[in-house]
Every structure is written in structure tokens, then in C-alpha cells.
């Protein structure tokens, strides 16, 4: 899925640096979490359907008790409860 790759890329514990995919934004007051991602302008469509782009939405869309999560199997876990509760969070 999508969001544990970004979170492992956040956490360090991927291969793939997060910076050379993702934006991190730089304001200093965010809504929801610390870790909010800048979605990159873009002119074709087929970029659209990117990883870097389709994620971000989702991704700003967490709390920041998902994103503190503290490993990828606690990520899950919160994730899953998610679904649960908001059955559209997952709906592209």
C-alpha cells in the first residue's frame, strides 16, 4: 500500500529517501500532522496516476497520532482501524 511505503520512507526504514520523491511542506503551521506533503503541479494527466502524486492527498488526510506510530506494524494497525471507521478514506 501506498501510505507504509511514505511512512517508511519518513521513518528512514526504506531504501528510498523520501526527498527524492515527496515534498515535505515548508510552513510552520500545518492542520493535522507535522509531516504535510506539497502536491506538485502537474500538466499531463498520466502523471496524475504517479506514486508521488496519488499519495499525498491520503497521506496529508492522517492525524498526527498515525503518523507517531512507531513501527510499520503499529502503522497498520491504525490504518486498518481507519478503514473501519471512515469506509471512503480508502474509495479513490
Known amino acids: ?3 507504509i511505503e511514505v511512512f517508511k520512507m519518513v521513518k528512514q ?4 529517501p523520501w526527498n527524492r520523491l515527496l515534498k515535505r511542506a515548508e510552513d510552520s503551521v500545518t ?15 498520466y502523471r496524475l496516476h504517479f506514486f508521488s502524486q496519488r499519495v499525498i492527498n491520503r497521506w496529508n488526510s492522517l492525524s498526527q497520532d498515525d503518523i ?3 513501527t510499520v506494524n503499529s502503522f497498520k ?5 481507519r478503514r ?7 474509495k479513490d
Open 13 to 16: 526504514l526504506s531504501s528510498v
Open 77 to 81: 494497525h491504525l490504518l486498518q482501524r
Open 68 to 70: 507517531d506510530a512507531a
Open 31 to 45: 492542520r493535522g500532522h507535522s509531516w504535510k506533503l506539497v502536491k506538485e503541479s502537474c500538466r499531463c494527466n
Open 1 to 3: 500500500m501506498d501510505l
Open 84 to 90: 473501519k471507521c471512515q469506509m471512503d478514506f480508502f
